[in-house]
Each structure stands twice: as structure tokens, then as C-alpha cells.
């Protein structure tokens, strides 16, 4: 070995081992969040043990805020969380990922997953959404409405293929208004959008109106007029389980996917800003 | 040379064998996924050619700036002694650590168009860096040029000095002695840096997207669009992965025989 691919000068300043051990234990519990334990029997019929939820970033806060709810109600359980976009997460559950609940931002992804065997039971609509234009707080460049964005300067849209990216292409098709590529900067989902425009130097966005909310005064926040707006369906399903899938975590599985239906969760989802199922 | 022959341990030749398998599985994984028959098709669209020529201007670029800034500071730490220096160097090699989306909020603190140096860019020069090519070359920079740092700073470190001395007895000027007799003999270990500089930049995702953003045709870099593709167009992603990947392993099997091999 030559001296040049050494890594021996450097390997005292630097606490790597650590984070890559901290890395490690992150995704094996997320890993490992199908199968956890249920050797001992149940004292109680209650649920217990740990399931992995898949929802679209734009649920972060509200199933964050849902998952707590849960966990309170249900002594002893764990919602595990992973956040993506939609078509992120409905990838890789179609590669194999163990989680055990899906909630999209839209039906198509849902849809996806249905055509390929992957849901058990049927999706229901647990709440819905719809795009606001965000700006830097105190809108400096005057962004009133979708026209306006067509020549402002660089914008924030999600991925073509990203649900809020479709939503905000129609949106701008129902508006009439087309922006030159070159001018669009895309976010992986949607909380990459939107921190473009809060951390970055993006003029403005199209997010989802609960992630402008979420965003609280780190943005300013334009409305987008109904004949314009797009409204999005956020289905919820408990998948099919993986062969080494407990039932106890199955049965969690439809236990939180009954919670996110509730009344209770649906007023928690109107705090962060969610519509009602039509 | 009889040493060299001894068989080596079972247990060794084992964990050895499940690291190669670790390290060539997810490879085999992404070839099986390539549809062989539409390769070159993929390849064309106007947007996978506009992500390869962006990703090598830019990786090109990044190496380029990390010779030009990294050799004088490697040089600096391998040969000035001052109270600050394993600091400085566990500084320099942060990047490399860094989760590299830190990297690119990092780069945004300070040269976003509402950070004081970008801001002061911007209404001095009407220079901007985010969404533009520089941007992305910028982020590369960051990542890739500890890379180069390190190599060349071993490089410094190792060269006999007394060969310097010599031609600085000689009646050579430093710059001539650095010219005609420094870089001559480190010139292998630069040329190792700088292409483990380029294969760190051509791979770069989280710095450039966070700092440059994603645009087409000035920011989209092959890995962002590997990125972008994925859950659309997987046909077109696995084969721009493929493209990465072959360039990175031809490139670094090539090299490392023919410079690093003489170090």
C-alpha cells in the first residue's frame, strides 16, 4: 500500500467510529422495525411491541404529532417514522423496505403499490391538502399569484415525479403559466422544497399549504385562488406483511391505521393545517 | 519474497471474502437491473447527455481548484510548525465527515445571497453562487478537496529532504527547487490526489443539492438526476448509475497501477 491511500494522518482528530457506530444503531432499529420482540406473551389484548410508518414528507409534523398521541394511548408501543417523498417511499417498499404502514401524499403511489400486492386491505383517505406559494418572509420580490412566478427568478418546485411536483405542474397549467426549467430548482419532496426557499436562495415556492404553515414566519405565505388550487388525497393502508412480519406488529399496523381515522387524529391533522376527507 | 508465499490465515482469507462479497453484491444487484438493450438510448436523452457533460465540467473544475488551493495548504501543513496545526488539518479534513447536506447548509450560512459574503458577492460583482454551475463546483470543491489535502500532505512529509537541500546548495532558488526537484518527485502522489479528488466530486449529491439546487442544465449533476429518475424513470437512473460507477472503477483501477504503484 502506498502512503497516498494512508489514512493514518488523519485519523486521530476526527470522531467518525462514532457516528458511523450511531449510524449503524439508527438503521438497524429502523431495519428491525417489523420484527421486533413478542416472545413473552401478551399480558393484556392490547397492542404492543413496534411498527414502521412510511409517510410523505409533508405529514413530518403531524405524524410526528400522531405517533406521540399513539404511543400514549397504547402503553408500550413504538411508531417508528420514516419520512420521503411519496415516490421515494412507495420505491422502496416495492424494493423490499419493512415498514408497515404507508401514508402518500397522493392516491397514484398508493395505486402502485395496490397493483403490486404489496397493501393489505384497502387505503382510506385520511385527510387532504392543498399547494400554497410560499416567499422569503415579508415577500421582497411582490409574488402575488402563480403568474407572477414566472419571472421572478429562481423557484422551488418538488421533482416532476414527486407528488407535490405533479400538483404544482397542474396548478400552474390551470393558471396558464409556464416557467422555464432553468428557472426551477427541484426538491427531493417536499420539505426539501421548501427549505430552498428558507435556507437557500430560491425566490419562491409551491409546497403544500401545511408545510407553508409549518414554516411558520420563516416564510410568507401566498394563496392560491380555488380554480387554480390543487386538492391532494392523502390515503393511508397497512401493508402486507413481510414474511418474518409478527402478527403483534400487524395488528399494530391496523390499530394505528384506524387511530390516524379517528376523530381524534382528525383534529390534530386540522391543527397542522390538513382538510377533512371530502 | 518466501513470506510473500506463506498462505495466509483461513480466518483472514474468510472476513477478506465476505467484505469483497459485501462490497461487489449491490454491484451485481445494479447490473442485473440494467436493461442492456436500451443502454445506449438512456444514455442519449438530451437530459442524461446535459447531466454527464455538467458532472464532468463540474468534477473537473473541483479537481482543478483543489490542486490550485489544496498542494500550497498541504504544503503548509506538512512543513510549517505552529501551535493551531492539528486543528487546522482536522478542520481541512471536516468535509470529509461532514454529513455532506451539512456541507451545503454550511456553504449556504455563508455565500446564500443573504449571508454576508454572498450578499457582498452579489451586490459588488453580481456574482451569484447558488443555482448557478459555479455553485455546484463550489460544493464539489468543499467535499472532494481534503481528498487531495491529505495525499499531498503525506506526499510532502515523506519526499527526502535532503535532495532539496542539495539543490538549494547549488545555488537553486526555492521557487526552482520546488519546481525542478519537490514537485517532479510528489507529482505521483498529486496525480493519486487529485483522481481520488475527481472520483469524491463526480459522485457528490448532498452539498450540491442542498447548496446549488437542482436545476437542469446548470446544477443537475449526474447524481441529482440519478436522484430525480429514480422512482420515474428507473430504466434511465440505473443507467446513469451505471455510467458513474464505470467511470469511477475504470479510472481508479487504471491509475492506481500506474502511479500509485511506483509510490
Not at chain 1, 397493501?119 to 407572477?148: C, H, W, Y
Amino acid at each position: 500500500m502506498s502512503e497516498a491511500w494512508s489514512i493514518n494522518h488523519w485519523s486521530r482528530p476526527i470522531h467518525s467510529p462514532t457516528n458511523v457506530f450511531a449510524s449503524f444503531l439508527v438503521g438497524f432499529v429502523l431495519l428491525g422495525g417489523g420484527c421486533s420482540s413478542d416472545t413473552s406473551a401478551p399480558k393484556s389484548p392490547g397492542i404492543h411491541g413496534e411498527i414502521t410508518v412510511s409517510a410523505a414528507a409533508s405529514l413530518t409534523e403531524a405524524f410526528t404529532a400522531l405517533a406521540k398521541d399513539f404511543e400514549a394511548k397504547n402503553p408500550g408501543t413504538q411508531v417508528v417514522l420514516t419520512f420521503d417523498s411519496s415516490s421515494t417511499l412507495s420505491a422502496q417498499i416495492v424494493e423490499g423496505a419493512p415498514a408497515n404502514v404507508f401514508a402518500s401524499a397522493d392516491q397514484a403511489n398508493m395505486t402502485k403499490l395496490a397493483g403490486k400486492g404489496l397493501l393489505a386491505g384497502t387505503p382510506a383517505v385520511f385527510a387532504r391538502n392543498q399547494l400554497a406559494v410560499i416567499t422569503k418572509p415579508g415577500n421582497p420580490e411582490q409574488i402575488n399569484s402563480l403568474a407572477d412566478l414566472a419571472h421572478a427568478g429562481v423557484i422551488s418546485l418538488c421533482g416532476q415525479d414527486v407528488p407535490c411536483g405533479t400538483f404544482a405542474a397542474q396548478a400552474l397549467a390551470a393558471a396558464g403559466v409556464t416557467i422555464k426549467e432553468s428557472a426551477v430548482t427541484r426538491g427531493q419532496n417536499a420539505k426539501a422544497t421548501l427549505n430552498a426557499v428558507t435556507e437557500g436562495d430560491a425566490v419562491a415556492g409551491i409546497v403544500y399549504a401545511t408545510d407553508a404553515l409549518a414554516a411558520g414566519n420563516r416564510v410568507h405565505v401566498v394563496n392560491i385562488p380555488a380554480s387554480q388550487n390543487v386538492i391532494a388525497d392523502y390515503p393511508i393502508a397497512v401493508l402486507a406483511p413481510a414474511a418474518k412480519q409478527t402478527a403483534a406488529s400487524q395488528a399494530m399496523a391496523k390499530a394505528f391505521k384506524s387511530f390516524v381515522l379517528s376523530r381524534a387524529a382528525a383534529k390534530r391533522l386540522k391543527e397542522f393545517g390538513f382538510l377533512p376527507p371530502a | 519474497m518466501n513470506r510473500a508465499r506463506q498462505r495466509p490465515p483461513v480466518a483472514v482469507v474468510a472476513a477478506a471474502l465476505l467484505a469483497v462479497g459485501f462490497f461487489t453484491l449491490p454491484l451485481v444487484g445494479l447490473l442485473q437491473q440494467v436493461t442492456w438493450s436500451n443502454l445506449a438510448a438512456d444514455l442519449t436523452t438530451p437530459e442524461a447527455a446535459e447531466a454527464i457533460r455538467l458532472s464532468l465540467v463540474c468534477s473537473l473544475a473541483a479537481v482543478a481548484l483543489a490542486a490550485a488551493f489544496g498542494t500550497p495548504l498541504a504544503w503548509f501543513l506538512a512543513r510549517s510548525d505552529f501551535p493551531g496545526r492539528p486543528l487546522l488539518r482536522g478542520l481541512v479534513l471536516l468535509p470529509m465527515v461532514l454529513p455532506p447536506v451539512v456541507g451545503g447548509v454550511a456553504l449556504l450560512s455563508a455565500f446564500s445571497l443573504r449571508s454576508p459574503v454572498g450578499g457582498w458577492l452579489n451586490n459588488a460583482f453580481g456574482i451569484q453562487l447558488t443555482f448557478t454551475t459555479w455553485g455546484a463546483i463550489l460544493a464539489e470543491t468543499f467535499v472532494s478537496m481534503p481528498f487531495f489535502v491529505i495525499t499531498a500532505e503525506a506526499a510532502f512529509r515523506t519526499i527526502d529532504r535532503r535532495y532539496e537541500q542539495v539543490a538549494a546548495t547549488l545555488g537553486a532558488r526555492r521557487t526552482t527547487v520546488f519546481r525542478r526537484v519537490t514537485l517532479p518527485s510528489i507529482a505521483p502522489s498529486l496525480a493519486a490526489g487529485a483522481v481520488l479528488t475527481w472520483a469524491r466530486a463526480l459522485g457528490e449529491f448532498g452539498a450540491t443539492i442542498t447548496f446549488a439546487g437542482n436545476v437542469a442544465g446548470r446544477t443537475r449533476t449526474l447524481p441529482l438526476s440519478v436522484y430525480l429518475a429514480l422512482e420515474a424513470d428507473r430504466q434511465t437512473a440505473i443507467a446513469l448509475s451505471l455510467v458513474l460507477l464505470v467511470i469511477s472503477l475504470v479510472v481508479l483501477v487504471a491509475l492506481r497501477d500506474r502511479w500509485l504503484s511506483r509510490l
